[in-house]
C-alpha cells in the first residue's frame, strides 16, 4: 500500500516597513533582541572599484564559514557578490548589504557568529579589499564618519594610548593602530573608505586629547568615549520590535510548527552597526505540512467571523494578527550609557531590566492593510 506523504514547502517572505503602508511611526519588527544587534559581527570590503567592473576573473569563487560563494565573472559587480551571499545566508549564517559601493558582511545566526573568508578559487576577496584566510569575530563595531589627512608622526590618543603614524594611507594607518593592540586593546579594519574599530573585549573606545585634528581626520573626537551607535532610546525600540516579531511567530505556531524559521536579511540605514529597525526583513518559512496551513476569521476581522482562510492568504492573516497584538514584558534592553576613568571608559551597567510595551501596528480591522506589507513566494520543495 503507498502512503500518502506531504512535501515539506518553503515560503520566502518580505515585510517592508513603509510600503505601502508607511508604518515607520510603529516599532517595526526585527529578529533580533538589542544585545544581540549590538554584539553582531560586521566587516565590509574597502575597494569600491569593484563596484562597476572588471575585477574579477571568470571562476573567482569565495568560501565563507566553509561554503562556496560564487563562482563570479569578469563582468561581476558589487550587487551580484551582495546577491550570491545572501542566496547561502541559510547555510552560512552571514547576510550581505550594499552601500555607496562597498559591501558589509553581518552575521546573523547568531550575530556573534564568526565570519571567516577565504579564496576558494582566484583572488576574489583581494580584489574586494577584504583580508584572504581572515576571521571576524568581534562584536560591538565602532565606525568612523569619515578618512582626512594623516602625516606621518601624527599622534592619536586611544584608551590612555598614544599612537603614532608612520604613513599617510588608510592601510598605513591601520597598520599603525594594529601595532598597539596590546596597549589599547583594540582592532582596526576597513570599512570602505573610512576606518572600523572593535574593542576586544566589548568596552567602549575613548579619544583623549590627539594631536591637532588628528582624532576628526580618524573620524573620531577629541575626550570622545564610543561604544556602538545604539542608543538606550534606540535600544528600547529594538526591543519592542524584537516583542512584534515574537508575537508575529506565536501566531504563526497556533496553526502549526515550522520546520525552519532563517535565512534572514535586512536592509536600511545603519542595520549593519546595529543601531536601526530594518527599512526592509527577508526570511525563510519551512512548512512540513502545507494542508494545515489555514486559519478561520473571527470578529473585527475585515472579513467578519467564520471565512476560511487558505495556503500564502492565511498566512499573511496569521503573521498580520501578530502585528495587531500589544506585548509587555520584562526585557534585558543594552545600555550604552558610558563612564569616564581616567584615560579609560566603561560601561557599568551594560544591562538593565524595565517593563516594556510594544504596541499594534494596526488595529485588527486593518489586517489586510498589515497583510498589504508582506510578500509571500513559494521558493519550492524538499
Known sequence: MTTYQQIPTFYRVTWNLT????????????????????NTVAVTNSNATIATGPGFQNGDTIQCNDYKIGPFSNTSVTSNVVTAFNQMSQFTGVM???????????SIDPTSQMITLSDFAGS?????????GTDFYLGNPIYGSGFGTITSTNVAVIN???????????????????????????????????IQLNSFD?????????GP??????????STAYGGNMTVAQALLIEQANMMWKGMITQV?????????????????NVTDGSTIPATLTWTIGISNPDVLTTITVTGEPEGAGTTLYGITALLRLMARGLAGTYTENRKVYNNNVTIRGSFACRENPVYVPQVTAYPIDITANLNTIASNFTVTQIGYT
Open 213 to 222: 585634528g588628528v582624532s576628526a581626520a580618524l573620524g573620531f573626537a577629541d
Open 19 to 38: 510600503s505601502p503602508t508607511n508604518y515607520s511611526n510603529t516599532s517595526g519588527i526585527i529578529p533580533f533582541n538589542s544585545v544581540q544587534m549590538n
Open 202 to 210: 566589548g568596552s567602549p573606545i575613548y579619544f583623549g586629547v590627539s
Open 96 to 106: 550581505a548589504t550594499e552601500a555607496n559601493g562597498y559591501m558589509t558582511l553581518q
Open 253 to 269: 505556531e497556533t496553526i502549526l510548527s515550522p520546520i525552519y524559521w532563517g535565512s534572514i536579511v535586512m536592509t536600511g540605514n
Open 124 to 132: 576574489p576577496l583581494e580584489q574586494l579589499g577584504l583580508t584572504y
Open 160 to 194: 590612555g594610548t598614544s599612537v603614532t603614524f608612520t604613513g599617510a594611507t588608510q592601510a598605513d594607518v591601520i597598520t599603525n593602530l594594529n601595532n598597539y593592540q596590546a596597549s589599547t586593546n583594540v582592532l582596526a579594519t576597513p570599512c570602505g573608505s573610512n
